[in-house]
């Protein structure tokens, strides 16, 4: 069996018990970065094994793991913190297992962006998620793309692209459009920065030392 095991995405407590009861019990941990992972791992005393699947191996070794499971071992998919596949690795096993007819199952747990969509009180009854813009080739396209919804829109971004995506909503969905910028999310510094794009690129040029860590952009609807 293939279990996808989500993890948190900040404070460690918030791991389910029947998480910790799969990574303890599996033959074999896959994880995107085994040194994240092995924090967790010691926090709850998990001696578990552990090999590396991310962005640039997932291609070579998938037909291994599907190979590992039709022999009979039990395998936990993990990614850095939440939910493996959404903007992590994680997809391509889990098409590769149904592909296989292999069996796998998805615990329940969490997921940055339905944090940052909840606490940032816009509505959330329809939304769209972007997850990560393009760096370059397609971004602006994209944009154009996104202009085209009235809903709400969810974007994860990085430190060292805020303010290039900040002026980007400034110059693609106007400058009145409601913003939330939340970061720590679930650690002691949880922030929620609200205000259009123009007032919280100001912000941010007067606080550079917030502009650190993954962050997620919600985007009020029209």
Not at 62 to 71: H, K, P, S, V, Y
Not at 101 to 117: E, K
């Amino acid at each position: 069996m293939l279990y996808i095991v989500p993890t948190p995405i900040g404070h460690l407590g918030d791991i389910t018990h029947r998480a910790l009861e799969v990574l303890a019990e599996v033959d074999i941990i896959l994880a995107e970065d085994t040194r994240i992972t092995k924090r967790l791992l010691s926090r709850y005393d998990i001696q578990t094994s552990m090999k590396a699947y991310h962005a640039h191996n997932e291609h070579q070794v998938t037909e291994e793991i599907l190979q590992r499971l039709a022999g009979g071992e039990n395998i936990a998919l993990v990614s850095d913190a939440g939910m493996p596949g959404i903007s992590d690795p994680g997809f391509m096993l889990v098409r590769a297992c149904r592909a296989a007819d292999q069996d796998f199952t998805v615990l329940p747990g969490p997921t940055a962006f339905v944090n940052a969509l909840v606490g940032s009180g816009f509505p959330c009854d329809r939304f769209f998620f972007e997850g990560f813009l393009p760096h370059k080739k397609g971004r602006q396209s994209r944009w154009k793309f996104l202009a085209s919804f009235p809903h709400t829109l969810v974007l994860y971004e990085s430190p060292y692209r805020l303010m290039k995506c900040l002026e980007e909503i400034h110059t693609h969905l106007g400058p009145d459009r409601n913003v939330c910028v939340a970061r720590e999310l679930t650690k002691l510094h949880e922030e929620f920065h609200i205000g259009t794009a123009p007032e919280l690129t100001e912000w941010f040029e007067t606080h550079p030392e917030k502009v650190k860590g993954e962050m997620v952009i919600i985007i009020a609807g029209e």
